[in-house]
DNA sequence: TTGATTGCAAAGCATTTGCATGCTA
DNA sequence: TAGCATGCAAATGCTTTGCAATCAA
């Protein structure tokens, strides 16, 4: 692996190039939001980030990392996902290919996969009704395989889920 | 189609004999809002279901219409559906058919769509994950007929959205 | 009579905005 | 120096909760 300074050269290169353009600035809080946005690699909630944000600069607000989230938003970096319990996360989107997710409703372990067959279809599907589809959005909702086990054995554990599904959808 | 009184009479008794299941009442409220509620073939806000109440009884408040939506929801007569502006909109369940939607990001159009091929495909990749699937969300975005017509002829209409999305999902 | 229901007001969340101050280009 | 960025506090929008008064069974 490279040093940590060389790391998500890339990355850092199209938030540079975007600022650029857009006539924004360069600030030490938006290259420290960048930076450990990049280094996880995780599901990431604006509080998540601000959290970790704010071990290493706690002089860091709530507003700037929404603010900076928007922004690589915008630059292609993140993606805006939502589980269904009313929190936006933002994963990364640089380089990072196309997929779904499906998501434990009793631990919120949240796996991403992809299936050709189903995009295919979801294109086939939108034509049918006349529609040009620009994106689309797919969430599977389930038991995954260790919580499965768990509720054949026990009852309740006082395990909290990290995110907890309060409805579904469509 | 039946008289106003005798409409509906099946869902009416599904309400009534949830409401007696679970030691609950039966008010004028909750019958004047499942009633509207019935009567009104859309998808609705609680904000939407609110202010069509309140035309017909100016003292109902919107908790009661929050609770008794969820209500609803509990006895199977509604579903809880979010097309992503962070509203949460409720559709007739009772005997509907499962389907999704697909939305117009232009002028906030849905359409409710079925895919059986789609259905058994998101089987199959749950059961590949070890996931036991117990339901779903997908949403389908994109321009519908009428506004790809609209954009190619002109630029900006004065029209607003009745459903704007604000971020993409999965 | 008893306890569920109602509606108001207030509280909760996640997110956004106004604004004075600070800092980059 | 100009004007974008920051962070606080306040505002927002949707939803839930506390509570006293009301009403169904």
Not at 43 to 68: A, F, I, N, P, Q
Not at 95 to 121: A, Q, R, W, Y
Not at 149 to 163: F, L
Request: proline share 1%; aromatic share 8%.
């Amino acid at each position: 692996m490279a040093s940590k300074e060389k790391e998500f050269q890339n990355e850092k290169q199209v938030f540079s190039e975007h600022i650029q353009k857009a006539g924004l600035r360069n600030t030490a809080q938006r290259e420290l939001i960048l930076d450990i946005f990049l280094r996880t690699e995780e599901h990431l909630s604006s509080e998540d980030l601000y959290w970790l944000v704010h071990k290493e600069d706690s002089s860091v607000g709530h507003t700037t990392v929404y603010r900076t989230l928007k922004l690589l938003t915008d630059a292609g970096l993140a993606r805006e996902v939502r589980f269904g319990d009313g929190k936006s996360y933002y994963e990364h989107h640089y380089n990072h290919e196309h997929h779904d997710h499906m998501i434990c409703t009793e631990c919120g372990k949240v796996v991403e996969f992809f299936s050709p067959e189903i995009e295919s279809l979801q294109e086939t599907v939108a034509a049918e009704y006349g529609f040009r589809l620009t994106h689309h959005s797919m969430r599977i909702l389930g038991l995954c395989g260790i919580c499965q086990k768990k509720d054949s054995e026990s009852a309740a554990s006082g395990a909290q889920p990290r995110v907890r599904v309060k409805s579904v959808f469509s």
